[in-house]
């Protein structure tokens, strides 16, 4: 049978497990809902920026209660540096709508591959990213291009799945070791 104390002790650390579960629960979600680059207007000049959200401090200040927004980069900076981060409003009226991921994946939805035609559907970008073509043909890379120019990229350029991006550059760099077949219409032969 537990002594009062032990009892006591036992319901004190129950309490104070649940009281972390919520509380790092509440921080996790803040930390995740704002962590990432966005696109967004800068009220200042009229122009996109690229900005990234001080997300441990977003987690932290929710743990008091409604999450407090800073910014920790931003494309604009260091000229302006001294802004009144504004643009914050963007965000916080829309997280998941100006966060460049979410930009791309939206756009990549429902279109099919310039080359192969596959319909795009959840973008894998940890390690099967799509890229892009030029209007002049060449092949690149998301990389190539700063988040603020993605919505100008995005006007101009065609969806690439990640299997075409890796055959054509393949194709690109070693002709020599390419052989193109034509396309057989109709049902594969059987392997009987």
């Not at 649940?18 to 803040?30: E, T």
């Not at 914050?88 to 460049?100: D, F, K, R, V, W």
Request: glycine share 8%.
């Amino acid at each position: 049978m537990p002594t009062p104390f032990q009892l006591a002790l036992g319901v004190a650390v129950l309490v104070g497990l649940g009281v972390f579960v919520v509380f790092s629960r509440r921080l996790g979600r803040a930390f995740l809902a704002y962590r990432g680059t966005r696109v967004v207007v800068c009220p200042e000049s009229r122009e996109m920026a690229a900005v990234r959200v001080d997300a441990g401090h977003a987690a932290l200040s929710a743990s008091r209660g409604r999450p407090r927004l800073h910014l920790e980069l931003c494309t604009r900076w260091p000229e302006r540096a001294g802004c009144g981060q504004e643009c914050l409003g963007q965000i916080e009226s829309a997280p998941e709508a100006c966060l460049l991921r979410n930009i791309l994946g939206y756009w990549y939805q429902g279109k099919g591959c310039v080359y192969c035609g596959r319909p795009f559907h959840d973008i894998r970008w940890h390690d099967h990213e799509p890229s892009l073509v030029r209007p002049d043909g060449a092949l690149v890379a998301w990389d190539t291009f700063r988040p603020e120019q993605v919505l100008d990229v995005l006007a101009t350029h065609k969806p690439v799945c990640w299997d075409c991006r890796v055959a054509e550059n393949f194709r690109r760099e070693r002709p020599e070791l390419v052989t193109d077949r034509p396309r057989r219409l109709g049902p594969p032969p059987s392997m009987a």
